[in-house]
RNA sequence: GGAGCUAUCGCCAAGCGGUAAGGCCGCAGCCUGCAAAGCUGCUAUCCCCGGUUCAAAUCCGGGUAGCUCCUCCA
């Protein structure tokens, strides 16, 4: 497997702390409102990562995070009369439940700030004790960036000046411009306050992950876990702080490899909270499949930026299709073992950075060969076996192709619809063999209009919702 | 003001120094009562200008254009 490591910029071989095993972190959500499209692409994008590794032989362990201590939570809080627990237990079964449409598997670990306040706590004391963090007069923690010598390793940022340029106001105590806040002391009413040593507070928002980590994963004296993934966005200033925190408090790296995933843009602009824009995954599994949305939310390598738009999304639904046209052929046929050429290359595609165009293109190609296959050889059982057993292959490693085709191709149509679908099918088959083709042509045009395309087989007639 | 990324067929998108994958759209054909589906065939020299090399879309330098980060963000 090689992967892109985005600090030393360019592929590497994975080559796990641990033989035959992975351990991976990625940064989730803060929950205080509902997951974008956003979300939904760095969630995809190593959750086909977990499965590619495992399909790989190895021993997979992913960790991903609620944040559930946040100011934007506490303003939700404030804003909607509703307690901070509300509001993130209702956006975390949301999250879940909107991902799990998506097909994205659970992680293994997911832990929450508000369950690590005891590691937060101690790797914050440790800091301190070693003297890369400071106590301010009003109760604040900050890391003092000028003791960690590797501090700008990660997003290779050196410019010390920044200061001046910067448009962070420097308006509290910090030593150094970009010193952060470890803990956030109490001040006012505010109603999330935990005890500690230092102060009478909150954690700010880079610990809890390093806290996070050092919980629950063992590493070695070189590093915690093996990679790190995020947003790309989170590369700076989040993992760079992150990957201070925990280099000083533990004395080794945090991460191995560090993954950072594109954006996504909406009709070429970006999408994000301050413009407003942002495209929720609820209004869009509204709209669309969450297979076909996988599917197209995949098509593009996770590190370009992902510019969605319907069109795009209706041409992915069309290649989709047709991989269920296929499986609608072999259906019902048993699962025998999955061809071994196409196996391979899929698995050469992923493993190479997680080349899912490339994966795709091995896809249509063998949909293509298989159709001709069946088209010269209709009843060829051993073939529709393979297929089928290929098609979960698929389905197993990214995601997709899992459904059955009849209820694929009818998803919206309900009972009543499907009945009158039924009736005038038969009604133009019958039609059609009195060569009333005026009349079999009419009823055809109707199921056009209402959305549906037929397509006659040697099996009888068929039909899709379009 | 600093840091960085990208630029490939009408559209989406691989390519990672060895002579341009795949999909959508389009055209022609096979099949069909006609269609649809499926199959076959056809459709780009890679933003511009230099350079390195036997060989560059791929490396280097300079332009141009777009985007991102430095502020909550995936």
């Known amino acids: 497997m090689v992967i ?16 035959g095993e992975v351990s991976i972190y990625v940064c989730g959500p803060t929950v205080y409102d509902d997951a974008h499209l956003g979300h939904a692409r760095s969630a995809l994008a190593f959750d086909v990562l977990a499965r590619t590794l495992k399909h790989l032989g190895y021993k997979v362990t992913m960790a991903k995070n ?15 009369g509703k307690s901070i627990q509300e509001i993130t237990s209702f956006y975390t079964d949301r999250y879940l439940q909107e991902m799990g449409a998506l097909g994205v598997g659970r992680a293994d670990i997911e832990p929450k700030a508000t369950q690590s306040l005891e590691a937060i706590e101690t790797m914050i004391q440790t800091l301190i004790d070693k003297g890369f963090a400071y106590r301010v007069s009003n109760g604040d923690v900050y ?43 109490c ?11 230092f102060s009478s507070g909150r954690p700010g928002w880079h610990i809890e992950c390093s806290a996070m980590i050092e919980k629950h994963f063992h590493g070695t004296n070189e ?30 790296e945090l991460a191995k490899y560090w993954m950072h995933n594109g954006f996504v843009q909406i009709d070429g602009e970006k999408m994000s909270k301050s413009l407003g824009n942002s495209f929720f995954l609820k209004d869009a599994l509204q709209v669309y499949d969450g297979e076909v949305l996988r599917y197209y939310l995949n098509s593009v390598h996770y590190r370009n930026d992902f510019n969605f738009n319907e069109e795009d999304l209706l041409a992915a639904k ?8 296929l499986k609608k052929r072999v259906t019902p046929s048993h699962s025998s073992a999955p061809d071994t050429a196409f196996k391979t290359a899929l698995l050469e595609a992923m493993s190479d950075d997680l080349n899912v165009s490339m994966a795709l293109s091995v896809i249509d190609e063998m949909v293509t060969q298989n159709n001709e296959k069946l088209d010269l050889n209709p009843k060829d059982k051993e073939l529709k076996k393979e297929i089928v057993a290929t098609i979960e292959f698929i389905n197993s490693l990214l995601g997709f192709g899992g459904k059955e085709p009849f209820e694929y191709f009818q998803i919206g149509i309900d009972e009543a619809l499907k009945n009158k679908i039924e009736t005038l099918l038969v009604e133009r088959t019958e039609a059609k063999k009195a060569k009333n083709f005026i009349l079999s042509d009419a009823i055809r045009d109707e199921l056009t209009a209402m959305g549906i395309s037929i397509m006659d087989t040697p099996g009888g007639t068929v039909w899709e919702k379009a």
Do not use: M
Request: hydrophobic share 30%; proline share 2%.
């Open 4 to 19: 892109y490591d985005s600090v030393q910029k360019t592929k590497l071989q994975l080559v796990p702390i641990k033989t």
């Open 187 to 197: 001040k006012g009413d505010e109603n999330i306050c935990f005890e500690t040593a």
């Open 318 to 325: 069309k290649r989709l299709d047709k991989l269920y046209r």
């Open 143 to 185: 890391f003092d960036t000028s003791k960690d010598s590797h501090y700008g390793d990660i997003s290779h940022r050196v410019n010390e000046n920044e200061e001046n340029q910067s448009r962070i106001a420097h308006t509290d105590e910090k030593k150094n411009p970009k010193d952060f806040a470890l803990w956030k002391a």
């Open 66 to 80: 609620f944040t559930d201590i946040d100011d934007k939570i506490i303003k939700k809080a404030e804003a909607t």
């Open 223 to 252: 590093y915690s876990i093996d990679i790190h993934g995020g947003g790309a966005d989170l590369l700076f200033p989040h993992h760079e702080n992150e990957a201070a925190q925990s280099r000083c408090a533990t004395g080794h």
